[in-house]
């Protein structure tokens, strides 16, 4: 199965895959120093190949990537 690719605004590429009906996953591709998001997908397109590259931006804007979590080390003092 091929996956959506396009390149965002700031020149990374991103592979868009469709994960259920309401969730697809936008993930970075070689190069691409981003982190993978899930994002819900637009209720008026099921198929990611006929959304435009501003509509995704706009998907890709509306996520946040996951924070990482700062957890103190035990073995630091």
């Given amino acids: 199965m091929a996956y959506r690719n396009f390149r965002d605004r700031?020149?990374?590429?991103?592979e868009v895959r469709p994960r259920s009906r309401s969730t697809w996953s936008l993930e970075p591709t070689a190069g691409n120093p981003g982190r993978a998001r899930d994002v819900d997908s637009p209720g008026y397109e099921?198929?990611?190949f006929?959304?435009?590259?501003e509509e995704l931006q706009r998907l890709l804007d509306s996520s946040k990537p996951p924070k990482p979590r700062d957890v103190k080390s035990p073995f630091k003092d």
Avoid: L, N, Q
């Fill in 50 to 53: 006929e959304m435009s590259v």
């Fill in 46 to 48: 099921k198929d990611p």
């Fill in 10 to 14: 700031d020149g990374h590429t991103w």
